[in-house]
């Protein structure tokens, strides 16, 4: 196992759900985190728990650029990047505005391929480096009304593939984790979005009928085949420990074990 306490982790998506988790198993571990999300009140609690809280806005490469610099200033080197931060856009192909498809693209796609190009040169030169892309089973699969979402984690897979195979001659890792059902408000929120965008017309019947589904086992709690949020931060922080974790792997259903993959 990988020894990380003299590590310097950058988190983006912190503020909940499987970015505050990761960021949680990496104090534990002795890492030195920085955690980064566009709402600092959300991370008070990481905040007392000894992270370094960081507004960023992945859609704002000059934003991004000051933390990175300001990063490498304080600590001499970036050795772990997890890109979290993102958010599904769903919606009928017909329906979603070509304005918030390039949002979504912004936001899954771009803001993590900036920050993966702003560490490099620095992983490069210390001949270490960690690059966690968080991606999703919907990087493997396709469903109705998530065209934009799962087209930019296709995307992302193929990036972090192809960037595994260019980095690692430099000691880097390039890991893709796709997760499955996770307990956040990922679903809900993706599943108001679908209401609100082709919850009218000729595709309201089924737009419709999905989302009140989600959020009313949400707001009831009903049993459901969603994980905790914490097991993500736990299988981050296992591809972390291992000293040559160039591999992804994606989790499913709570009653299938992890499947390997790459």
């Known amino acids: 196992m990988a020894d990380l306490t003299d590590k310097t982790a950058l988190v983006t998506g912190a503020s909940s759900g499987i970015g505050k988790s990761t960021v949680e198993m990496l104090l534990n571990a002795g890492v030195r985190v920085y955690a980064a999300a566009r709402r600092l009140e959300k991370m008070k609690d990481l905040e007392e728990n000894g992270a370094l809280t960081v507004k ?5 490469k000059d934003s991004m650029k000051e933390i990175i610099d300001r990063i490498l200033n304080r600590e001499g080197s970036i050795d772990i990047l ?13 329906d979603v505005p070509i304005d918030e498809g390039r949002r979504q693209w912004e936001v899954n796609i771009f803001g993590p391929a900036s920050l993966i190009q702003m560490v490099l040169p620095g992983m490069r030169e210390n001949r270490y480096g960690k690059i966690i892309n968080i991606s999703s089973i919907g990087g493997k699969i396709y469903t109705p009304f998530g065209g934009w979402y799962h087209a930019t984690k296709h995307a992302l897979e193929g990036l972090t593939d192809c960037l595994r195979l260019e980095v690692a001659p430099f000691g880097i890792d390039a890991v893709i984790i796709e997760p499955g059902g996770i307990a956040t408000d990922w679903g809900v929120i993706a599943a108001d979005n679908l209401k609100k965008t082709s919850g009218g017309g000729a595709y309201a019947e089924r737009a419709g009928r999905r989302p009140e589904t989600r959020i009313r086992k949400k707001k009831e709690k009903k049993p459901s085949f969603q994980r905790p949020s914490n097991c993500l931060g736990e299988a981050v922080f296992k591809r972390l420990s291992i000293i040559n974790s160039s591999s992804g792997f994606y989790r499913t259903l709570p009653e299938q074990n992890d499947i390997p993959f790459q």
């Open 56 to 60: 960023m806005d992945i859609t704002d």
């Open 82 to 94: 997890i890109n979290n931060a993102g958010y599904g856009s769903y919606g009928a192909n017909e």
